[in-house]
């Protein structure tokens, strides 16, 4: 008879179980479908919003009042020479000071406190980075509304990023390489240039693939240290004035002119294009990699 209770009990158990996990199961499933369904309608709408605007002389326009005259050619221009600051920027600050801090640094309350401060830097509002990028690289040095301001800028908002997800990537790497390196007499440098760098590089671009997305598309940095929204040159070096596409972006959106929404919507293609090319690379590498470790 206690037998026959306990399997009663057993058995209503698992069907609780069984259902609590049906329901948490249709919870998710739910979630990711609204979230797939609102970026499919967000990207539909776009599509058929700015496709009309994308042709040549789209690509070949510098910014203008009237729509049907405007284009992102020095916009484009502009965020690719900015990329080319932030990317080797904050990828080498960012992945040194993670060697630093998992490596070389000891496990004390003062390393602790930064290791903390750098993950919660992550979260601050952009625009506190612009701020900081006001105050230090266009005021304090003079570098004024340049490409290298701005990628300076840029560099530190994704920095802490970069450097959580490469520390989170080091951390990764087996005790058991390390010490196999050093059990065939390599030295520390050794071992963190020829095992443990190669072994974290997948997981250290699938940060830097995030950090960098977000540094392309912020506006709010741009804004504070004044990057103008229209200009009719091409920058000639990393102190010449630019403007980006999430400015020119900004600049259309808001104009009271219904013509300059669709405009805008093209813009944001011509943003998003660049934004899977730029990942499509890094995922290759990282693949690659993948792969060979």
């Known amino acids: 008879m206690t037998k026959y209770i306990d399997d009663t009990v057993v058995m209503k158990r698992m069907q609780s179980r069984l259902r609590k996990n049906k329901i948490w199961k249709m919870i998710f499933f739910l979630a ?11 990207i539909v709408r776009i599509i058929c919003q700015g496709a009309g605007y994308i042709n040549w002389d789209f690509f070949n326009n510098f910014g203008s009042r009237f729509p049907e005259k405007a284009g992102v050619k020095a916009a484009l221009i502009g965020s690719i020479c900015m990329m080319l600051v932030v990317a080797p920027t904050s990828i080498i600050l960012g992945v040194a000071t993670a060697i630093y801090l998992e490596e070389y640094a000891k496990n004390n309350r003062f390393n602790d406190f930064i290791r903390t401060n750098i993950s919660n830097l992550a979260g601050v509002p952009s625009i506190v980075f612009g701020l900081l990028g006001l105050t230090i690289f266009v005021r304090m040095f003079g570098l004024g509304k340049s ?21 989170e990537a080091i951390r990764a790497v087996p005790k058991e390489q390390r010490e196999a390196s050093y059990g065939m007499g390599a030295t520390k440098w050794q071992t963190i240039t020829r095992v443990v760098l190669p072994s974290a590089i997948p997981g250290i671009l699938t940060g830097s693939i995030l950090a960098l997305s977000r540094a392309i598309g912020e506006t709010a940095p741009l804004v504070v240290i ?22 020119q972006i900004y600049d259309w959106a808001k104009r009271p002119q219904e013509a300059f929404q669709y405009v805008a919507a093209a813009g944001i293609i011509v943003l998003m294009i660049v934004l899977v090319l730029m990942n499509s690379i890094a995922v290759l590498i990282r693949n690659k990699f993948q792969k060979r470790y």
């Open 226 to 247: 004044g990057i103008p929204v229209i200009i009719h040159f091409l920058p000639t070096g990393l102190l010449s004035e630019f403007t980006a596409l999430p400015m």
């Open 32 to 42: 990711t479908s609204f979230a797939l369904l609102t970026l499919v309608v967000l």
């Open 147 to 167: 490409i290298l301001a701005a990628g300076l800028t840029m560099s530190l908002l994704i920095l802490p990023v970069i450097i959580v997800a490469a520390q």
